[in-house]
């Protein structure tokens, strides 16, 4: 595991960070807290996190790739207000493990709200923190929504709608 001052990693200090092009930013921290991260359509933002993502806001409407784990939570309380993954978007967690095939790491998708009428694939994922358990309030896999994920402890959920296709590669209890 590696921190914020590892120097094989760049920084990303920024309030709202905006992607429109293509922003590869190899070993990425993000030391500080940041508001909104957002990917426009036809963005891609591919990174390596080495710390967690401490925000209120993720959308996609491009391509967000992390290519190990990431640990997204809130900037001021515990969880994320939403992360959203827009119709033309696509999310991948943990993409290098997803690639070979041996899903080691864990995501924490640590958020109230949920979207996914995109493509969101999330590999090994949590989505709640002890010692307190706040799961999502609402997951909604829209019409041309697609979720894929391997839940790695209980999915706490508070309201799921899933119009679209919602598969766990194991089972799961929500």
């Known amino acids: 595991e590696s921190d914020a001052m590892d120097v094989n990693s760049s920084e990303l200090y920024a309030d709202d960070i905006t992607v429109n092009g293509v922003f590869d930013a ?63 978007g696509t999310m991948t967690l943990d993409a290098r493990a997803q690639r070979s095939g041996e899903l080691s790491g864990v995501s924490y998708i640590v958020a109230e709200t949920v979207t996914v009428n995109g493509v969101m694939n999330a590999g090994r994922l949590i989505n709640h923190e002890t010692p307190v358990v706040h799961g999502w309030n ?29 598969e766990t590669l194991t089972p799961v209890t929500i």
Do not use: C, W
Not at 28 to 38: D, E, H, R
Not at 157 to 165: D, H, I, P, Q, S
């Open 26 to 88: 190899k070993r990425l921290a993000f030391p500080g807290k940041i508001s909104t991260l957002s990917v426009g359509n036809g963005g891609n933002f591919t990174f390596d996190p080495v710390t967690p993502l401490a925000i209120n806001l993720v959308t996609t409407h491009g391509i967000f790739t992390s290519q190990s784990p990431l640990h997204v939570t809130g900037n001021t309380l515990i969880r994320s207000r939403e992360v959203v993954v827009g119709e033309n």
């Open 138 to 166: 609402t997951l909604s896999v829209g019409p041309k929504g697609r979720m894929t994920f391997l839940p790695n402890d209980t999915v706490y959920l508070g309201y799921g709608e899933v119009a679209g296709v919602m």
